[in-house]
C-alpha cells in the first residue's frame, strides 16, 4: 500500500493564480482531511469528507475548495492564490465506524505534505 | 487562550533521559491524538486515547479526562526521537466534530 500520496511536493503560485493539490489514499478510508500548517503554528483543518460525494468546512475553509467524487482521491482548490496560503498543506485519511465524525479508534494517515509558496 | 496548549514549547534532553510532555485543554473532548512530526515534515500517529493509559515501545500516553490533561512520556530517549510532538483533541460539536491541534514540542535528544 502507498498510504497517502500528495501532489505536488512544492509548488511556487502568483497571486491570483489558480491550482489543484492532489490527494489519494489506497485504504479505502472513508474520512479524508485537508490541513495547512503554518511556520512555528499548528495544523488547522481546512475541509474534510466523511465518503464520497460529501464535504464539510473545517476551521480555515476560506479561500479554497474541495470535492470527493471517489472514496480514493480528495483534491484541494486555490481559485485565486493570495500570499496568506503560503503553508505547507497535509492531506491525511482515516476509516470511522462511527457516524457523526471522529471515532475513538481513528487513527489519522498523512501524507507527505505539500510547501506551497504564493508571491 | 489556546483550547490546546502544549508545554513545554522547546525540550533539550540528552540520550537516555526520561521525557515527559504536557498537553491541556480547556474544552469537553471524546478523544485526544499524539502525533510526531519527523524533520522532514512527516507526520505519523502515534496514540489515540480517550482514557487511562496506551504504550507503545519506549512511548507511554496518559489521559486525565477529569483534569484536562494529559502526557506523553519517552523513556530511554535516543536522539532519533528527536522530532514535534503535537496534541490534538477531538470534540463533538452540534455540527459534528473538531479537531483542535496544539502548536507542538520540538524535542531535541543530544547523543
Known amino acids: 500500500n502507498a498510504g497517502v500520496t500528495q501532489t505536488p511536493k512544492f509548488r511556487i503560485l502568483k497571486i491570483g493564480q489558480s491550482m489543484t493539490l492532489q490527494c489519494t489514499q489506497d485504504?479505502?478510508?472513508?474520512?479524508m482531511y485537508w490541513y495547512r500548517q503554518d511556520p512555528g503554528m499548528g495544523l488547522k483543518l481546512i475541509y474534510y469528507s466523511v465518503g464520497a460525494g460529501i464535504t464539510d468546512k473545517g476551521e480555515v475553509p476560506n479561500g479554497y475548495n474541495v470535492s470527493r467524487s471517489t472514496t480514493e482521491d480528495f483534491p484541494l482548490r486555490l481559485e485565486l492564490a493570495a500570499p496568506s496560503q503560503t503553508s505547507v498543506y497535509f492531506c491525511?485519511?482515516?476509516?470511522?465506524?462511527?457516524?457523526?465524525?471522529?471515532?475513538?479508534?481513528?487513527?489519522?494517515?498523512f501524507g507527505p505534505g505539500t510547501r506551497l509558496t504564493v508571491l | 487562550k489556546n483550547e490546546v496548549e502544549q508545554s513545554p514549547q522547546n525540550l533539550t534532553a540528552q540520550e537516555g533521559e526520561f521525557i515527559t510532555i504536557n498537553c491541556s485543554y480547556s474544552v469537553g473532548i471524546s478523544a485526544l491524538h499524539w502525533l510526531q512530526q519527523h524533520p522532514g515534515g512527516g507526520i505519523v500517529s502515534l496514540f489515540m486515547?480517550?482514557?487511562g493509559k496506551k504504550k507503545h515501545g519506549r512511548l507511554i500516553a496518559t489521559i486525565n479526562i477529569q483534569e484536562k490533561h494529559s502526557s506523553l512520556h519517552i523513556t530511554a530517549s535516543h536522539p532519533r526521537d528527536s522530532a514535534v510532538y503535537i496534541c490534538a483533541v477531538i470534540r463533538r460539536e452540534t455540527s459534528g466534530s473538531r479537531l483542535t491541534f496544539g502548536e507542538g514540542t520540538q524535542l531535541t535528544v543530544n547523543p
Open positions: 485504504m479505502n478510508h472513508n474520512y
Open positions: 486515547l480517550s482514557s
Open positions: 491525511a485519511s482515516s476509516y470511522s465506524g462511527l457516524a457523526g465524525g471522529w471515532g475513538i479508534t481513528d487513527t489519522q494517515y
